[in-house]
């Protein structure tokens, strides 16, 4: 359709300026930035990959490489300052602080694992991978927050469809370092230290707030962006299995990553054709304006007598003192008050109980499968399919939490509280052991933690509003490395290196300085899962009270407030469009009377 309305010659030059601006400028695009940005910002959820050249390479023991994986963990969730960052400066600073902590953190573990440096310290590594890590917050605050500040009555599609991307990035990232550097494993940590950064850089100035209009078939539209991204994640998935099926040579590789960059950017022709039919209604509506409503140019304004009421006293108060006086539900809290309320409380220890321990199972995937004895070319297989799951759990949970919500009034802690028993089932069959079960709890696993975070992150800017919205979800997100660090280092570590320590004992053998634990049969993670799965169903316990506390709210018109504030943004922008016609017209209309007052 566009295609043809400027190949029909109708457009000169000075038209497609204004539409190449209207594209560069509109949210649409924001969106498809933000949607790049965020696929190649999840090498957190990798770890799996290049945590045994980590090991190897630098003589750690399971606990050790735990303690990093927790810390990477706490650099990935912890964003209070990327939030607080955000709050006071533009996206752009946000995005680019990030991009510099991505490249040092990461940059800083490739030089250890080369040997281009001398043998860092522990503290130093956990250091090294905090930092890289964190990294994420910055890029998930400056593109997430702009992007549900931009859609707020589509929150719950936009959080399925960018955390989404985030989940699927482990998979996208892993098919372009083996088109970069082929299979040199040490290689992924500096892929993964340049190509975040140098996105981000990329669109620095196109991420940023802009003004809501309300569209009509806005749900239409991401829904057309979310085939788009199945369409990615079918390929890749696909592409996963013949890799470790068949021998891909170097040339392979190449081609599949080019197909794999050519699907990435494939939303860029939704976005497009968008923004061509916003473009041509603003046209439209500037050469016909007798269709809509002319208002007066400066209507008499209604006297207002200032009335001191409890809430315009209140603005006055100190926060601290407004802390235990918070709004209605819904309405924006200060941050002080979203922290001390209990319905955080109660959606932080869910978070903790849930995803601390999907989060565990994901980290620990790798020696899971070495323990129970499976090949190399399987375990490899469903780590990397990981990113699939986690991918299609964060788009079923925001898309379809949000058709529920909308149609049927089904509230996002319930969906929650269903995640968390789900995940109960994938850490009890990694628990036992089960023949072949590794590949199907790989799927429960990483559906239900890529799940989590779309319905915490809604969760959260409807209960607490989106005034203070970047700190409220990096707050939340703190929650999962506190899990993880509970779960993965203090039960699975010590219980896995006990059970290594063991078998060790048993062979009549003793651990060497700098030998790494190694175990295997089902013991080694038996007793930890058990733990982990009866956390995980307090976990889901804790968050149905949220539900019962939010079921009135839950049932209410909770988007009502950003409806009404669309429709005064669109009247702004009628009035403006009317305003600029009728003054080009008196100026039209004065043109020859104004020319032969000059002649004279």
Same mark, same amino acid.
């Given at each position: ?37 965020? &696929? !190649?910002? @999840? ?7 290049? *945590?045994?050249? =980590?090991? %190897?390479? /630098? ?97 719950? &599609? !936009?959080? @399925? ?7 699927? *990035?482990?998979? =996208?990232? %892993?098919? /372009? ?112 304006? =007798? ?310």
């Amino acid at each position: 359709m566009v295609v043809a309305e400027f190949s029909s010659g109708a457009f000169g030059s000075k038209e497609m300026r204004s539409f190449g601006l209207q594209v560069l400028h509109g949210r649409w695009f924001m969106l498809f930035a933000s949607m790049l940005i965020l &696929s !190649v910002a @999840g090498a957190t959820y990798i770890f799996g990959l290049y *945590s045994n050249v =980590i090991k %190897t390479s /630098l003589g750690y023991d399971q606990t050790t490489l735990n303690l990093l994986s927790f810390f990477k963990d706490l650099g990935g969730n912890v964003g209070i300052i990327a939030g607080l960052v955000n709050e006071v400066t533009g996206p752009w600073v946000v995005l680019l602080i990030g991009s510099v902590m991505n490249f040092f953190g990461y940059f800083m573990i490739w030089l250890a694992v080369t040997g281009r440096t001398s043998k860092p310290r522990v503290w130093q590594m956990c250091l090294y991978i905090c930092v890289g890590a964190n990294s994420q917050t910055f890029s998930n605050t400056g593109a997430v927050v702009s992007c549900v500040k931009n859609f707020p009555s589509s929150r719950g &599609s !936009v959080l @399925g469809l960018l955390k989404g991307l985030v989940g699927l *990035s482990g998979a =996208i990232i %892993t098919q /372009l370092y083996n088109a970069f550097y082929g299979k040199d494993s040490k290689a992924l940590i500096l892929l993964i230290a340049w190509l975040p950064a140098a996105v981000s850089i990329v669109f620095l100035p196109i991420v940023r707030l802009i003004k809501t209009v309300r569209q009509p078939n806005e749900l239409r539209i991401f829904y057309n962006l979310l085939y788009v991204t199945l369409g990615l994640a079918g390929f890749l998935m696909a592409l996963i299995i013949m890799q470790h099926k068949l021998k891909f040579s170097r040339m392979c590789y190449i081609g599949s990553a080019s197909v794999v960059l050519m699907l990435l950017f494939l939303p860029i022709v939704v976005v497009i054709i968008e923004e061509f039919k916003l473009w041509k209604t603003k046209i439209k509506a500037v050469n016909e304006p =007798i269709q809509l409503k002319v208002v007066a140019e400066n209507p008499a304004p209604a006297e207002l007598v200032p009335v001191a009421t409890p809430q315009t006293q209140q603005k006055h108060n100190s926060c601290f003192q407004t802390v235990f006086k918070p709004p209605v539900r819904g309405e924006d809290y200060t941050i002080l008050q979203a922290l001390f309320s209990i319905d955080m409380l109660i959606l932080f220890i869910a978070t903790i109980c849930g995803v601390g321990g999907t989060l565990t199972a994901i980290d620990n995937l790798g020696q899971i499968g070495n323990s129970l004895g499976y090949p190399t070319d399987s375990i490899s297989t469903f780590i990397s399919l990981v990113s699939i799951w986690n991918y299609l759990g964060r788009v079923t949970s925001g898309f379809s939490s949000e058709v529920l919500l909308k149609k049927y009034k089904f509230p996002r802690p319930l969906m929650l509280t269903l995640v968390l028993l789900l995940a109960c089932v994938g850490h009890l069959l990694i628990a036992f052991g089960v023949p072949n079960s590794l590949y199907f709890s790989s799927v429960i696993i990483g559906f239900c933690f890529g799940a989590q975070w779309p319905l915490i992150f809604a969760i959260i800017s409807e209960l607490f509003g989106l005034k203070y919205y970047a700190t409220l979800i990096n707050f939340g997100g703190a929650a999962s490395p506190l899990g993880a660090y509970i779960l993965n280092v203090k039960v699975a570590g010590n219980l896995y290196d006990a059970a290594a320590l063991k078998q060790l004992k048993a062979l009549g053998k003793t651990r060497e300085a700098g030998m790494d634990l190694t175990c295997q049969g089902v013991e080694c993670y038996k007793l930890a899962f058990i733990i982990i799965a009866a956390v995980a169903l307090f976990g889901s316990l804790v968050s149905f009270i949220l539900v019962i506390r939010t079921r009135k709210f839950y049932q209410s018109d909770i988007y009502m407030k950003y409806s009404e504030e669309a429709e005064a943004a669109e009247e702004d922008l009628t009035i403006g469009t009317v305003a600029a016609d009728t003054s080009s017209s008196s100026k039209a209309a004065q043109g020859p009377e104004a020319d032969s007052d000059s002649k004279k």
